[in-house]
């Protein structure tokens, strides 16, 4: 069982980038998932989560109306779309899946995933 992110890169204030989020190896559409980043000397903190069937999302306060999260079960995929991009949104990103079955909409705990992707670097330039 794996995820795989991918897409980040480097983008000038005010530019876009969409993270991908591949999984492997099990029922995707089973898990809540979530990106989370890291910027330097900063520590790890939810970004955007999404329920099981796309329906329920849930930002952090910094993104909200900035970045969109979004979820193909077919193609075992999450997806965050990321406008307006600010210097401050420079980080790692990372993708999670809470493996947790018991819970309705996604937490913002990182203690409630239980596995990770390898991170995608974002760098915003100013």
């Known amino acids: 069982v794996q995820l795989q992110a991918f897409g980040g890169g480097l983008v000038q204030a005010g530019g876009s980038l969409r993270l991908s989020c591949a999984a492997s190896?099990?029922?995707?559409?089973?898990?809540?998932m979530a990106w989370f980043r890291q910027a330097p000397g900063k520590e790890r903190e939810f970004a955007a989560g999404?329920?099981?069937?796309?329906?329920?999302?849930r930002y952090a306060d910094s993104v909200k109306g900035r970045y969109t999260i979004s979820r193909d079960n077919a193609k075992n995929t999450v997806y965050l779309q990321m406008n307006s991009l600010k210097p401050e949104d420079t980080a790692v990103y990372y993708c999670?899946?809470?493996?947790?079955?018991?819970?309705?909409?996604?937490?913002?705990?990182?203690?409630?995933?239980?596995?990770w992707g390898q991170g995608t670097q974002v760098t915003v330039s100013s």
């Open positions: 999670a899946l809470d493996s947790d079955g018991g819970r309705v909409s996604p937490t913002t705990f990182m203690g409630g995933y239980g596995l």
């Open positions: 190896g099990r029922s995707f559409g089973n898990y809540i």
């Open positions: 999404i329920g099981r069937s796309g329906a329920i999302t």
